[in-house]
């Protein structure tokens, strides 16, 4: 019998090593590893991240091998230390994306790797093996299950769940049996709605911090002879068919050019503090008020024009009543960018939301849709805008490659600078010890183990 | 503002106290939570058990206030030792059935509320409340997403983590506003499709115990104040507009007549030990063979004329390679029926699979879509079977009220007979326990606490 396409995408997981892997693609799991760390240290005092530590307390082990990055510098198991960190790195909005797949690999990648790599006394080489497998599999469900599954559900959560399996299969050195196991209970596990964004809930970091501990179930289960269905993404009855009402899948997605191309390699670091959505139009926009010297007080009007699934997101934040919100509502985060020519962490506070400049500037601006531009989406995210002046004059630019993208991406100094402003961010005033682990894992191959991640 | 139905209901929720219940409806939750305990001692052997609860000890806390019924005797925090039982319970396709939702309540219901309950130290009074808000939410959640959800998703799994959230909530008495909040977190975590069943594999005991455990997430993540959407049921991007690709929901299922009738009394017990599509047809099988004493050689053929989804599910396991799938073939469980007139738990096992005879007669039996019955299902579940004698006679039945059903329920007697079976199949010699258990359970709304149900 043919093999499905889970099956090779499973075999494959499976057989890669950490000698097959390019230098480059290594070179760029560290720096997705560094900018993660940074997420992680700025989201972990949040509201919603507290909760879900105290439910971690209360049902999870008092202690254990695996580090949490919440504030209290705790221990647990690998399926809780997973949960809290990778809700802690999903709330700033600072973590990578990858564009084809729509899918924020670091955020349920990167926790469930490293827990389970601190539980199994795993080494740096194996840490970024299981990454490398854990972004291939997290975007390549992604990219099957496409841009009409995104529409009402967060395709980070549902695609990420299995990533979250293979990364942590990976570690258990399952075969590929087993590793089909976990990305069968893994996808029957899957869920995330957008639902939460209509009004500003907190289920962005439930979705994030599950698909950890999900898949985290999802291998050790199957390690221990759980068997889950064999072909979850393209089955009768499976993830495509039930979470992809249009029918729209991408199924080459799933398994074409393995090896040949790597999705950590296709990933985009976040430059600004905002929705990923907003970031073409973003830049377009600060390149046209540095070029002609416009401020937030000339503009008239202001057009983004953008693809479907961007409006579809950003619509549902459009008030911004709260700080998350307003990271969501293009309005408002051009309003920021227009005010201080750029869109940082630092931007996006509560006296922000008081500021009556940018409330003002912000129904100014009007999102609309673009044939030609949703014609490229997701393969390219492109954002084309056009300010209108109280003066009458008119410009307008178009950007599809933006600051942190595979096409401009961060070197390792403005990484060590972006992790450092989200310390700072956090509270933290001694930067010393994040800063000694940014030069560990500069060089993370040659570690023992990944123990002593905690800042 | 009016509120939403969602509020309806969780205000309803919040507002019930045991002494608003009907008299009936306490027993009936005592006899639903008997039987309840016979599926959960029958399943504990699986390897599906065996797998999670490895999970659970390699994950959990050693030790804890809630039991849990697999082999070991163990004990864990709520959120394992529910995923535990959650998962114990729906192994042996004995546990109850609600009609109208095509959910089986009791397996997410009483695992959760049974071990929140015990680590609140809740009275029996509690506990009965507790589980019949589950079930009203639980049923009137999987109402609402209707026929076509239940096509692709396994409605126990998703509407059952709203039913399990809102039995946890009430124990731990969280007002409206967070109840809300514990539903949302539910229905964004909701997940659970039926592509196991095509290959047999373990993902039914996934979806219950995980059930569990995602409830118990929603619920105590609300209680610290953790935010889920408010309109997880009908909102834009909620579960009615993501999950049920037809948009054939059933609003008014969420919220008509609170108090006016309760779902415990809508559910049925399960007397055959099959898939419960499969009922109908054994039921009027059975009547055939015994009203005209027809042996299993005698029969040319079988029709059994039946509702679209009925077909749908038992198409998947047509083959009938493993026990577990042998109870989701109607050609096999007509033919177990047919042999021993009775379709027991006992008459599934490794020996039946090689039966010659059986599965001689499994090639005689045909599934064929009747228009009227699929037009009353699920408010009726009708099986209509023809069978036509080697000597050329024919005859019919048709049957919509099966024993077990609330027309035609279980007496306390039958439940003991029932429970009792159960519990010897698990292996159980000395049945003094079980029995004592029962008697506590007669009395439970007298009892202090709901300590002690370990067998």
């Given at each position: 019998m043919t093999p499905t396409r889970t099956e090779n995408l499973a075999r494959w997981c499976t057989t890669l090593?950490?000698?097959?892997?390019p230098e480059a693609a290594i070179q760029r799991t560290k720096s997705l590893f560094v900018d993660w760390i940074g997420c992680a240290i700025a989201g972990r005092h949040h509201p919603a991240i507290a909760a879900i530590a105290a439910f971690s307390k209360q049902m999870g082990p008092a202690s254990g091998k695996s580090e949490i990055v919440d504030a209290s510098g705790g221990t647990s198991s690998a399926a809780f230390a997973a949960l809290v960190n990778g809700a802690a790195s999903?709330?700033?909005?600072?973590d990578d994306l990858h564009n084809c797949s729509i899918v924020h690999p670091a955020t349920v990648v990167f926790p469930t790797a490293l827990a389970v790599a601190q539980e199994k006394g795993a080494t740096g080489k194996e840490f970024i093996t299981a990454c490398v497998v854990g972004y291939e599999v997290a975007c390549r469900t992604g990219e099957y299950l496409g841009k009409t599954h995104y529409q009402n559900f967060h395709s980070t959560a549902t695609a990420g769940t299995l990533g979250a399996a293979a990364a942590a299969a990976k570690l258990l050195n399952l075969d590929t049996d087993k590793t089909l196991s976990a990305l069968g209970t893994a996808g029957t596990q899957a869920a995330g709605l957008w639902q939460f964004l209509l009004d500003a809930t907190h289920s962005k970091q439930v979705h994030t911090g599950k698909a950890c501990f999900d898949g985290i179930f999802a291998a050790y289960t199957a390690q221990a002879d759980l068997l889950g269905p064999r072909d979850v993404l393209e089955g009768k009855r499976g993830m495509g068919a039930s979470l992809v009402p249009s029918g729209a899948t991408i199924p080459t997605a799933i398994d074409a050019l393995l090896g040949q191309k790597y999705s950590v390699l296709e990933s985009s670091f976040k430059w600004h503090a905002s929705c990923r959505h907003t970031h073409p139009s973003v830049d377009a926009l600060l390149k046209i008020v540095e070029t002609h010297d416009v401020k937030i007080g000339d503009i008239e009007s202001v057009v983004a024009r953008m693809y479907q699934a961007g409006i579809n997101v950003l619509s549902m934040s459009e008030?911004?009543?709260?700080v998350h919100q307003s990271k969501f509502s293009m309005g408002f985060v051009l309003g920021v960018a227009a005010k201080y020519r750029r869109a940082s962490i630092n931007d996006f506070t509560e006296e922000a939301l008081r500021d009556g400049v940018i409330r003002e500037f912000q129904t100014r601006v009007q999102m609309v849709l673009d044939e030609r531009i949703d014609g490229r989406f997701p393969e390219e995210w492109t954002g084309c805008v056009t300010v209108t002046t109280k003066g009458g004059d008119s410009y307008t630019e178009e950007v599809d490659v933006v600051k942190g993208d595979p096409g401009d991406t961060l070197s390792w100094s403005e990484l060590e600078s972006k992790v450092a402003t989200l310390a700072h961010y956090a509270g933290?005033?001694?930067l010393a010890p994040v800063k000694a682990i940014m030069k560990r894992v500069a060089g993370l191959e040659s570690e023992s183990n990944v123990l002593g991640f905690q800042f």
């Open positions: 090593t950490y000698d097959d892997l999903h709330v700033v909005e600072q008030q911004a009543e709260t933290l005033t001694d």
